[in-house]
């Protein structure tokens, strides 16, 4: 048990409104990463942190953003979701030889 | 760039046969390698890894897998299929350079089990 806890595990929305997934690590890792999960296309990152208040973007960062004030917190944000961010989204840390760990998921539909 | 590429999206096999699931992998440097499983409605978990080192690397329910730095491969395998093993299977690649701390995922091969 790698203590990562993401929420809420599943959400239903509309398009156009804000949604805010959350991460929460009990470990004290340093690095953290958002996936997003859809058929054909394995996980793809969309943004990871190195550090509190240090962020990046990952390869299909477009319509999302993060936010990191504490260490066991990452917090992904879609300022206005959409049906193509309809998707399964995984929380990862990174473990000391670079491997990472991941959470349950989070199963988001947007109508 | 990174990249992954599993070429088999499917693949059935019967229980108590032999299993290998093909990776393919483009990275600069030397890499880092990994396999995950993932059930239905889980996250995924972590089956082996590479640093360096021996290239036969040994992981959890009985798999295992090779390095051939020369054919840019990390397969997957286990001797004999259990029903259990039904799940989708992920090859990673990742390195410890600055610009890479982070993994690249294949698409994924999903493995079922014939009684």
């Known amino acids: 048990d790698a203590g990562i806890t993401q929420s809420p595990r599943h959400k239903v929305t509309e398009t156009g409104t804000p949604v805010t997934l959350r991460c929460h690590q009990t470990?004290?890792?340093?690095?953290m990463y958002w996936y997003r999960q859809d058929p054909g296309h394995g996980l793809r990152l969309i943004h990871y942190?190195?550090?509190?208040?240090?962020?990046d973007k990952g390869e299909v960062s477009d319509g999302y953003s993060v936010s990191r004030s504490k260490t066991e917190d990452f917090l992904l944000t879609l300022e206005s979701a959409t049906s193509s961010q309809t998707s399964v989204y995984f929380c990862?840390?990174?473990?000391?030889?670079?491997?990472?760990?991941f959470g349950e998921g989070s199963r988001l539909t947007v109508l | 760039a990174q990249s992954v590429t599993q070429p088999d999206i499917h693949i059935t096999v019967s229980e108590g046969a032999s299993l290998e699931l093909r990776c393919n992998y483009s990275?600069?440097?030397?890499?880092?390698l990994f396999w995950y499983v993932q059930s239905p409605g889980q996250g995924l978990q972590l089956l082996l890894k590479?640093?360096?080192?021996?290239?036969l690397v040994q992981g959890i329910k009985g798999f295992e897998a090779e390095f051939k730095r020369s054919q840019s491969s990390f397969n997957l395998r286990k001797p004999s299929v259990h029903w259990s093993d039904a799940a989708e299977y992920f090859c990673?690649?990742?390195?410890?350079?600055?610009?890479?701390?982070?993994?690249?995922f294949g698409s994924g091969t999903q493995l079922t089990v014939l009684p």
């Open positions: 990275y600069g440097a030397t890499p880092y």
């Open positions: 590479y640093f360096s080192g021996d290239t």
């Open positions: 990673a690649v990742g390195g410890d350079d600055g610009s890479a701390r982070q993994l690249t």
């Open positions: 990862a840390i990174r473990g000391s030889l670079g491997e990472l760990f």
């Open positions: 470990e004290n890792h340093r690095y």
């Open positions: 942190s190195y550090g509190v208040k240090d962020t």
